[in-house]
T-cell receptor, first 113, second 112 residues
Framework: DAGVIQSPRHEVTEMGQEVTLRCKPI?????LFWYRQTMMRGLELLIY????????DSGMPEDRFSAKMPNASFSTLKIQPSEPRDSAVYFC???????????FGPGTRLTVL | DQQVKQNSPSLSVQEGRISILNCDYT??????FLWYKKYPAEGPTFLIS?????DKNEDGRFTVFLNKSAKHLSLHIVPSQPGDSAVYFC???????????FGAGTILRVKS
């Protein structure tokens, strides 16, 4: 299995631009999580899906952030418009029956200038 | 409100010595705890876990201790190796939802 796949690995953009991060979970996993890692706050859960349905989006910082999961094998996290304070590493993770062992992707390092 | 706290941002240890990483929690309903390890440019990976019915779980060089009365757990690495240098996250499943609550992480540097 290829594991959780994220793209792009690195993204550099200018303030005000739209950014779309992509994630392909492990096949057969039914829960998908989006996290943001920063020095100050560590790993923050932004949103998670169960069977493609958003369950908890309380961690999404602002309306500028949105996430979709149109099918079991694909999810996007969009930031529009992006701001410099959105600069961070964004991780996607998936899990099957047990929430305890989440499998993380390699992350997308986002830099907003 | 941080329910899982790792108060030491970083730790530096000599190769061969013991590394002790600490984690405190506030929610008494947590009944399972996990440690994840993260190398640069990679996602976190599961390392070791412990259920609240135990006070110790050992896996090779890694041992996690749980003190429920103090709401404290620690990860011991003996002996520490340079390859252990990474960020270590403590986490617990949220009792109200299908998600993990993570601490801020501790950067471990093992010097050779």
């Amino acid at each position: 299995d290829a594991g959780v796949i994220q793209s792009p690995r690195h993204e550099v953009t200018e303030m005000g631009q739209e950014v779309t991060l992509r994630c392909k979970p492990i096949s057969g996993h039914n829960s998908l999580f989006w996290y943001r890692q920063t020095m100050m706050r560590g790993l923050e859960l932004l949103i998670y899906f169960n069977n493609n349905v958003p369950i908890d989006d309380s961690g999404m910082p602002e309306d500028r952030f949105s996430a979709k999961m149109p099918n079991a094998s694909f999810s996007t996290l969009k930031i529009q418009p992006s701001e410099p304070r959105d600069s961070a590493v964004y991780f996607c993770a998936s899990t099957g029956t047990s929430v305890n062992e989440q499998f993380f992707g390699p992350g997308t390092r986002l830099t907003v200038l | 409100d941080q329910q899982v706290k790792q108060n030491s941002p970083s730790l530096s240890v000599q190769e061969g010595r013991i590394s002790i990483l600490n984690c405190d929690y506030t929610n008494s309903m947590f009944d399972y705890f996990l440690w994840y390890k993260k190398y640069p440019a990679e996602g976190p990976t599961f390392l070791i876990s412990i259920s609240s019915i135990k006070d110790k779980n050992e896996d090779g060089r890694f041992t996690v201790f749980l003190n429920k009365s103090a709401k404290h757990l620690s990860l011991h690495i003996v002996p520490s190796q340079p390859g252990d240098s990474a960020v270590y996250f403590c986490a617990a499943p949220d009792p109200y939802g299908n998600k993990l609550v993570f601490g801020a992480g501790t950067i471990l540097r093992v010097k050779s």
